[in-house]
């Protein structure tokens, strides 16, 4: 078999798997809008801070495909550019909580005993209360601005995390094979990172990838409240608060924002399904059949 032959019988075998192929469009798709936030600076037509006053609330038209707001700037720059600031401090805010949580997960399955129970049920207090809510006052408290957002949302998001992760734990700490393995020699850092952590990293991944949307609208929720970003700074949250009181009259303004929030939270919440499905163990059961 030639190598095109070979290339096209794995082309066509992935246009055959829905799974695969819904992986993978989703995850070029997540790929080309995380180059698109961080190459954001030179994506823009027009500079998102400069004022132009004479210009200002025009419709959308060639010149400025999404309008401009009150100032004159043009919103499809600042769409742009808030790309940057408004998903990867998602992505910081994902990275956090699965690291807290995963790493407090395992210490409590592990270890068990006092230090589980306590953590457990400091868990419990966090989770007792509504996210968002508990999130207002911990950043209200913190005095508001989008890195002491993240803090807060980190704060009150790491419990989920923690519960799957000593779920899993638990569930793996006396299998066959980390019997074999302590019998062979193996300390306890080397059972905790050579085999329990590349064994719950799946449902930890997928839960992780879920939330980036879950995450990303809890951040504009905040700074649309005014306890994220702070005007100037192009945010898509902070965008549509800005926007907010010309709804009625200059709906663009606010639209253009939310819009790509919306196809943002979308992407990333079909990637999530679709990893999930790929991570099933039927499905990978099937594959190997």
């Not at 829905?18 to 798709?29: G, Y």
């Not at 700037?73 to 807290?100: E, H, N, Q």
């Not at 970003?229 to 709804?247: I, K, N």
Request: aromatic share 10%; glycine share 8%.
């Amino acid at each position: 078999m030639t190598y095109e032959t070979a290339l096209k019988a794995r082309v066509w075998g992935l246009f055959k798997d829905p799974v695969r192929f819904r992986l993978l469009l989703f995850a070029v798709l997540a790929f080309l809008l995380l180059a698109a936030a961080f190459f954001s600076p030179r994506l823009c037509p027009y500079d998102p801070y400069a004022q132009d006053l004479s210009a200002a609330l025009q419709p959308p038209g060639p010149a400025h495909p999404m309008g401009t707001d009150r100032f004159g700037r043009d919103m499809l720059s600042r769409v742009i550019i808030g790309s940057r600031s408004s998903i990867f401090s998602a992505l910081v805010l994902i990275a956090l909580i699965t690291c807290t949580g995963t790493t407090v997960g395992i210490f409590c399955g592990w270890t068990g005993g006092l230090a589980d129970a306590f953590l457990m049920r400091l868990s419990d207090l966090f989770l007792a209360f509504p996210g968002l809510v508990f999130a207002l006052a911990v950043a209200g408290v913190l005095g508001g601005g989008l890195h002491n957002a993240v803090i807060s949302l980190a704060a009150i998001s790491w419990p989920k995390y923690a519960r799957i992760s000593r779920s899993q734990t638990l569930s793996l700490k006396e299998a066959d094979f980390l019997k074999a393995a302590r019998m062979a020699g193996c300390t306890k850092a080397q059972l905790i990172t050579r085999h329990v952590l590349p064994n719950i990293l799946g449902p930890v991944l997928v839960t992780s990838v879920l939330d980036i949307g879950t995450m990303l609208m809890e951040l504009a929720g905040l700074s649309f409240l005014g306890l994220g970003a702070r005007p100037p700074m192009a945010e898509w949250g902070s965008m549509m608060s800005d926007g907010r009181s010309l709804l009625q009259t200059v709906p663009w303004v606010t639209f253009s924002p939310g819009l790509a929030i919306f196809l943002t939270v979308m992407i990333f919440n079909l990637l999530g399904d679709a990893l999930r499905d790929y991570m099933d163990p039927k499905y990978r059961s099937g594959l190997r059949s």
